[in-house]
């Protein structure tokens, strides 16, 4: 059963804006992710695409659409790879405040998303 079917008040928002790019949302079919068994969505910055897949439990599917918006974020902000953990936390940080600011609806559904396994 698809997410969008178990909680249909849960209709998540078709783009997230980044700072100065709007990356759009898009739910797909876990079989076109590469690794398919461990991916549960991936960020194709040069599409500005956030891709997560369909039919994950509301928890998982927030992790994962956190887990990519940040590398969404990475990738805007034009964060090297090699950086320390304290120097991307601060990095990160702001961008996130701008990103949280920006983007209520999308925050108002990872809230939501979190809730509703509680
Ligand atoms: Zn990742």
Request: proline letters at 5%.
């Amino acid at each position: 059963m698809k997410i969008l079917d178990q909680f249909p008040a849960l209709a998540p928002p078709v783009s997230v804006r980044v700072m100065h790019l709007v990356f759009d949302i898009k739910f797909v079919e876990k079989t076109l992710a590469i690794n398919a068994a461990e991916m549960y969505g991936w960020c194709d910055a040069s599409n500005l695409t956030i891709h997560l897949c369909q039919g994950l439990r509301p928890a998982l599917l927030a992790d994962t659409a956190i887990h990519e918006l940040l590398h969404a974020i990475h990738f805007t902000a034009g964060m090297d790879d090699e950086l320390d953990d304290e120097t991307m936390a601060k990095q990160l940080s702001g961008p996130l405040v701008c990103v949280m600011r920006d983007n209520p609806e999308f925050f108002d559904w990872l809230r939501c998303l979190i809730n509703s396994e509680i």
